[in-house]
């Protein structure tokens, strides 16, 4: 095990590295990138989450700052795609982004999937083309159910506003990976074992990516710090501690003056 770590190591530090390094951004997604407590709470938050924990890990195995900059999903996403030199975290590969980005690693995999409130038949994203559906702005799954001509999309800025609307019965069904349904439910302390889920849409690849100007010698350094990560056991760690993770709930009162901002 050891004579693979080297090599991988030798490997990614005999690449040319970016004179500055990568500037990083992402969103609030958990569990993959998030604060504890939330912005929601608190202006002082730990940034924490499996692609949190594995970008800052790569990061610092490639000799850059680990800084990762927070912002409104569609703003990243936008900056990523536009400018040069950027890293973002926590981005779904789906084939209407495909061209827009260069896709350095992949994460995590999750399940796009339904999910519907009880009495809601969520066997099929056919069956709720005439129902409210919930989904994060500016997502795949927006995009997804758009392609699809559904138009009783509710759009939200993060998905525990979708669970917030679920738990209230303001939408009937909800599309997103499973993981990010699970931590946002219990973060509005809601009882994940009430909601029903149903079709698996697709599976849900969660990636580090790039602004496509990145190059691919820049991108190897990336990947082999991560294929590190892997044979020294390092991501296993990383991986293990979310899959234990306890989400604390955040106060109903705390979380609606939150939801303001969105709406307004």
Do not use: C
Not at 27 to 35: G, S
């Amino acid at each position: 095990m050891r004579w693979i770590i080297s090599v991988l190591t030798a490997v990614f530090l005999a690449l040319p590295a970016a004179a500055d390094g990568l500037r990083l951004v992402t969103a609030e997604l958990p569990p993959y990138t998030f604060h504890e407590p939330p912005p929601t709470v608190s202006e002082i938050g730990h940034p924490m989450g499996i692609v949190q924990e594995t970008v800052a890990e790569m990061a610092r195995r490639v000799g850059q700052s680990a800084d990762v900059e927070y912002m409104a999903w569609t703003r990243a996403q936008d900056l990523t795609m536009t400018g040069k030199n950027i890293g973002i975290l926590s981005l779904t590969r789906t084939p209407e982004r495909e061209p827009h980005y260069k896709w350095i690693q992949q994460i995590a995999v999750d399940d796009l999937i339904l999910v519907g409130g009880a009495g809601v038949d969520v066997s099929s994203l056919d069956a709720v083309k005439n129902r409210r559906v919930g989904v994060l702005l500016h997502s795949g799954a927006e995009t997804l159910l758009q392609s699809l001509g559904i138009t009783r999309i509710e759009p939200a800025g993060e998905e525990w506003i979708n669970a917030q609307r679920m738990k209230d019965r303001r939408i009937d069904a909800w599309l997103a990976p499973r993981l990010m349904v699970i931590y946002a439910y219990k973060q509005v302390s809601g009882d994940a074992a009430l909601l029903t889920f149903g079709q698996i849409v697709r599976p849900s690849e969660i990636w580090f990516a790039s602004s496509p100007d990145v190059s691919d010698e820049v991108a190897a350094r990336w990947q082999a710090a991560f294929k590190a990560m892997e044979a020294d056991g390092t991501y296993a760690r990383i991986a293990a501690r979310y899959r234990a993770l306890r989400v604390e709930p955040v106060p109903e009162n705390v979380l609606r003056r939150h939801e303001e901002l969105w709406i307004n």
